[in-house]
């Protein structure tokens, strides 16, 4: 093994540790805590030490690494192939636009790199012992699109990559969906993918393959973001132009992620324009964005290093357009406002070494007239970074975040709800490359404050101040044996606020049994610590806040001791990849999630949790049910999706289809959640005409079973005893009390809607663009349910057809 591979994990966990003793002091880890935390690490280290070395003992001899930028702008090109002609030597760019091939003989050689729309590069190698070769390698847009290129890059990215329940999404394929709005959104995109529920227009969550939101992780450039999306539902906080990939995982992710059970989104930016200003303007009748990026010191021939800039700013002034445009859906106006702020500085060294700095400010307000008002705000300061060291085929990389976020409602009388989460997270990850094979091991650390304030509907109030630490260690290797990939992994949490350990193994396989039959696995344990701070019951609620997992769980759950106070899951899940032509792929997948442990605020807390009620031996003791704030529940989650996919220069074509069951169990009933679809399709097309494929004319349809709701059965004067044994019920007023029927057992009707977009662009000088856009949402004025006022009988529904128009310009 060479000395590199020992020196980072050394000096890597000695890093760490130092930024920890001055990070952990405001979070009040005790000393025994933090000692325990050592000697976890330190296990892992000795773990992840002897697991390197068994896979290092062979003869590494040459190595070629180094980036691919496009030539333009200086922007990584991202999963390409860089082979060399005519062997088995090769590798696809990652996010960064880095790549290893390592393992390389003697010889001389042709280094090629090839990707749609871009000139093939090709150049002469010569590789001689020990030899490591660092290239910046650049392409040039070409005057022709191949897609016999592109169709090349994706098979060879399917045999040597698992990708089981996981989406890559570009900036490109966003736009190939209608944009409501005017403007191509990441939340739209994910609407259609395998396994992703959608709730609703206003105020609508995303679920994945059963998983809430809040066991749903969502990473930006390494910073988790607690709230991804606006209260509308159709636009996320991202704006689509600063985004250079996101890995969507619906389940059975690697060791590399954790701290959630169901699902990650793993989203990084764009670095900016490294060779000259550029941007994008736009407007449209539901808001406004501008983009700006450009260098801070150019990148030239004669120096390769540079500065770059990105900037972002998009708001939604809808509440005001509203007034104008969509009156006829509510006279007061949509009451729907936000406004996102993004900016990022990376310093880029000649040998492809670079460093972030990056910041944000998402805020949304919601104001329903004599109703409820609503509003949150999101901040976070972070830097990544990635190292190339000399000599040795390893990447280091790293990241250090701070975020915060508040959320507050007041409806009516009612008492005012808020949530406040505000903390660190950071991370220190190597991945050593062997070949055609990888080692990624690493650690991270987060610690987080949360603060919440409730009252259920029977007055209780649930309260909570909570500081809490995470430190993780993981390890995952990766390796190709001829037609088999194989993919084990290890991860170690340790959460010290609730002094539980929760060792996660985890694994992914695929074997290629020709090149258009493939089939794949993966499996995990996972485990998470933050609860939602709403039910998994409430079928329409804006109010998204965050707690700590609590530490006074009750003591048995369905007659079984509690071991532990995390929430646990268990992933599978099988798929099969088939083209049947060239430029069709069809992915298969079913998935199995078991919820063993989950932790839900209790909607049914009467009495308080101390004195008499809480005490066994006394006739007013009360069962965990009605006086603790929180309830343990477990559930399941199970089905397949089918996806198909047609890819042109023209034509694109997707379609999806979902069958999926989600159970819960309280230790009183079982019920199904409010998001339980039974049936879900998605249907994108997109097609480019015209001269130069200046025009786009792109649609979507989406059809629903109709979700689970609880029946009124009845009502009944609900007395409300203010003066105890004493009260008069002949004299008392008393309020309108609802009798329900069995929880969760009808379902709302059928759910579908068509969008349809149509998109010019004009080319203006050299670098210049306009787009203009037309784009009608739920163009058939589909009447879809959203709720029934259960005393008036009144029907909400979700948005009618709404038109947009929208310009953009590229310069």
Request: aromatic share 14%.
């Amino acid at each position: 093994m060479s000395n590199f591979v020992r020196f980072p994990f050394r000096r890597g966990f000695s890093l760490i540790f130092s930024l920890t003793r001055e990070l952990i002091q405001p979070f009040q880890i005790p000393v025994t805590v933090f000692i325990m935390q050592k000697a976890s690490k330190l296990a892992l280290l000795l773990f992840a030490l002897f697991f390197i070395s068994i896979f290092s003992t062979s003869a590494q001899n040459g190595t070629i690494r180094g980036f691919v930028y496009e030539q333009a702008t200086g922007e990584p090109v991202i999963f390409t192939n860089v082979y060399l002609y005519r062997t088995t030597h090769g590798a696809s760019t990652d996010v960064n636009g880095y790549f290893t091939i390592s393992r390389i003989p003697d010889g001389e050689y042709t280094l090629m790199v090839t990707y749609l729309g871009y000139d093939t590069l090709r150049e002469q190698v010569t590789i001689k012992g020990n030899t490591v070769l660092t290239k910046k390698l650049y392409l040039t847009q070409a005057a022709f699109n191949l897609d016999a290129i592109q169709i090349t890059a994706e098979k060879e990215e399917a045999r040597s990559d698992t990708r089981t329940s996981v989406v890559k999404i570009t900036p490109k394929q966003i736009s190939r969906i209608p944009t409501i709005g005017g403007q191509p959104d990441l939340a739209q995109y994910l609407q259609v993918l395998p396994g992703v529920i959608f709730t609703g227009d206003q105020g609508g969550q995303l679920y994945i393959r059963g998983g809430s939101p809040i066991q749903n992780k969502v990473l930006l450039d390494g910073m988790i973001i607690y709230n991804p999306f606006h209260s509308i539902g159709l636009f996320s906080v991202f704006d689509t132009d600063i985004l250079r990939n996101a890995d969507i995982y619906t389940g059975g992710f690697n060791s590399q992620h954790g701290g959630r059970i169901s699902s990650v989104m793993d989203l990084t930016t764009r670095d900016g324009n490294k060779k000259h200003l550029a941007g994008k303007a736009g407007a449209s009748t539901f808001g406004a964005k501008l983009m700006l990026e450009g260098p801070l010191k150019k990148q030239t021939n004669e120096s390769p290093s540079s500065i770059s800039f990105l900037l972002s700013g998009k708001n939604s002034y809808l509440k005001q357009t509203s007034d104008l445009f969509y009156n006829y859906i509510d006279s007061t106006g949509l009451p729907f406002n936000y406004t996102d702020v993004y900016g990022k500085v990376s310093f880029n060294a000649a040998n492809g070494s670079k460093i972030n700095f990056y910041g944000f400010n998402f805020n949304d307000r919601v104001d329903y007239t004599n109703l409820a008002t609503y509003q949150w705000n999101a901040t976070g300061v972070g830097s990544n970074w990635v190292v190339i060291p000399g000599n040795n085929p390893v990447l280091m990389e790293g990241n250090f975040a701070y975020s915060s976020y508040f959320i507050t409602m007041e409806e009516g009388s009612l008492p005012a709800r808020s949530s406040e989460i505000n903390g660190f997270n950071m991370g220190l990850g190597f991945t050593y490359f062997l070949g055609k094979d990888e080692i990624k091991y690493g650690i991270e650390m987060l610690g987080f404050k949360t603060v919440f304030d409730f009252a259920n509907s029977v007055g209780r109030q649930i309260s909570q101040t909570e500081n809490t630490t995470e430190v993780v260690g993981f390890v995952k290797y990766k390796m190709i044996r001829g037609k088999m990939l194989f993919e084990p992994g290890f991860r170690v949490q340790y959460y010290a606020s609730l002094g539980n350990f929760s060792p996660e193994p985890r694994l992914a396989m695929k074997y290629n049994f020709t090149d258009n039959f493939r089939m794949k696995m993966a499996a995990g344990i996972y485990s998470q610590n933050l609860i939602s701070a709403n039910s998994d019951r409430d079928v329409v609620n804006l109010f998204y806040g965050f707690l700590s997992g609590p530490d006074n769980l009750q003591r048995e759950f369905d007659g079984k001791k509690v071991n532990h106070k995390l929430q646990k899951a268990e992933h599978i899940i099988l798929g099969a990849e088939i083209d049947p032509l060239p430029k069709i792929s069809v992915n298969v997948e079913v998935y199995y999630k078991n919820f063993s442990q989950l932790t839900n605020i209790n909607r049914n807390k009467v009495f308080d949790d101390n004195g008499d009620y809480n005490n066994p031996t006394s006739p007013n003791y009360k069962p965990d049910h009605l006086r603790k704030d929180f309830i343990i529940e477990n559930g399941d989650a199970n089905g397949f999706d089918v996806s198909l996919k047609y890819d042109s220069r023209k034509v694109y074509f997707w379609a999806v289809y979902s069958l999926a069951y989600v159970n819960r169990y309280d230790g009183l009933m079982h019920y199904v959640p409010h998001y339980d679809r039974r049936h879900n399709v998605n249907l994108v097309s997109s097609y480019r005409f015209g001269d130069e494929l200046g025009w786009e004319f792109n649609a979507r349809w989406n059809l629903g079973s109709g979700f689970p709701f609880t029946q009124t059965q009845g009502f009944y004067e609900q007395l409300p005893f203010q003066q105890g044994a004493g009260s008069d019920y002949l004299t008392s007023n008393g309020q309108l009390g609802i009798i329900y029927a069995e929880y969760n057992k009808a379902r709302l009707p059928y759910y579908h809607r068509l969008d349809l977009s149509l998109m010019r662009r004009f080319k203006i000088g050299e670098k210049g663009m306009l787009e203009l856009n037309l784009s009608v949402t739920n163009i058939y004025n589909r009447d879809n349910i959203f709720y029934v006022n259960r005393v008036t009988g009144e029907k909400v529904y979700q948005l009618p057809i709404m038109p947009s128009f929208g310009l953009t310009m590229n310069f």
